[in-house]
């Protein structure tokens, strides 16, 4: 179990992007663009994204998942040198997904989330790497969800918040281990009431599990607007490293790595 709960700074993209030894970066987007946006991300996701994305009943969802993946396709071709359209994805037995061993030997790690028009992305070298963000959503933040999915421990803190304070404390809870289990890989083959996290606003993040490994856990808020509201949690594999958060810069109705 590990802390962190500094400040967010966000900051411009480097010249060229890479992980120095010890670091893992976070990528924050807004997925709202123009509509001729998505068209050019499209052009480079794979035959199977591009058929996810057209499942999507709803134009606005369709575009969101495309401009998730094909930004994520932008900063992947970034740290391997590699163009977006070259990046090829395979999926563990819970769908995470992770970089085709047959097509590229790098020891890059990521994992991404998207809700709302906010998008995330975590990288991290040889070391497992999960993050969630969630927008706030109080009708779905009640008790009855939370005696489901959380520990009695989490379900006892959550209660003892003041009523103002109860959603926000749920999202903490939830993007934590939501975090958690992606970081692992092993999805909702993981009981949610297995392990802990705190939640109560203002304070220190903690993680206890009963895994034996040592996970480091970062819980910020990823916009600065007071409206709409979104929670978002980071869990890394280890200990001792250095997160650095990278704003995405939109010029000109085009996403531009600088």
Same mark, same amino acid.
């Given at each position: ?56 009943? %709803?134009?606005?969802?369709?575009? &969101? ?8 396709? #932008?900063? !992947?071709?970034?740290? @391997? ?88 404390? %749920?999202?903490?809870?939830?993007? &934590? ?8 890989? #092993?999805? !909702?083959?993981?009981? @949610? ?66």
């Amino acid at each position: 179990m590990s802390t962190n709960s500094s400040p967010v700074i966000w900051s411009d993209p480097p010249a060229s992007v890479g992980l120095a030894a010890g670091e893992v970066h976070i990528w924050r987007a807004f997925l709202n663009c123009e509509p001729s946006v998505p068209s050019r991300f499209e052009s480079t996701l794979s035959p199977d994204e591009r058929a996810r994305a057209g499942r999507f009943i %709803f134009e606005t969802d369709r575009s &969101r998942f495309v401009m998730a993946r094909g930004i994520l396709r #932008d900063l !992947l071709g970034g740290y @391997l040198l590699l163009s977006p359209a070259e990046i090829q994805f395979c999926y563990g037995n819970r769908g995470k997904p992770a970089l085709d061993p047959k097509t590229n030997s790098s020891s890059l790690q990521f994992n991404l989330s998207h809700s709302g028009d906010v998008a995330l992305y975590a990288f991290a070298g040889r070391r497992r790497v999960g993050i969630d963000v969630e927008r706030f959503r109080p009708e779905l933040a009640g008790d009855e969800i939370a005696k489901r999915y959380f520990s009695a421990k989490e379900v006892d803190e959550l209660t003892a918040l003041p009523a103002e304070s109860r959603t926000e404390g %749920f999202y903490l809870c939830w993007t &934590r281990k939501e975090a958690y289990i992606k970081a692992t890989g #092993d999805g !909702l083959q993981v009981p @949610l009431d297995s392990f802990d996290v705190s939640l109560s606003p203002g304070q220190s993040a903690t993680l206890s599990t009963r895994d034996g490994i040592d996970w480091g856990i970062t819980s910020f808020n990823p916009t600065v607007s007071p409206e709409p509201r979104y929670a978002a949690a980071m869990v890394v594999e280890g200990a001792n490293y250095t997160t650095r958060f990278f704003r995405l810069v939109k010029e000109n109705a085009a996403w531009e790595l600088r």
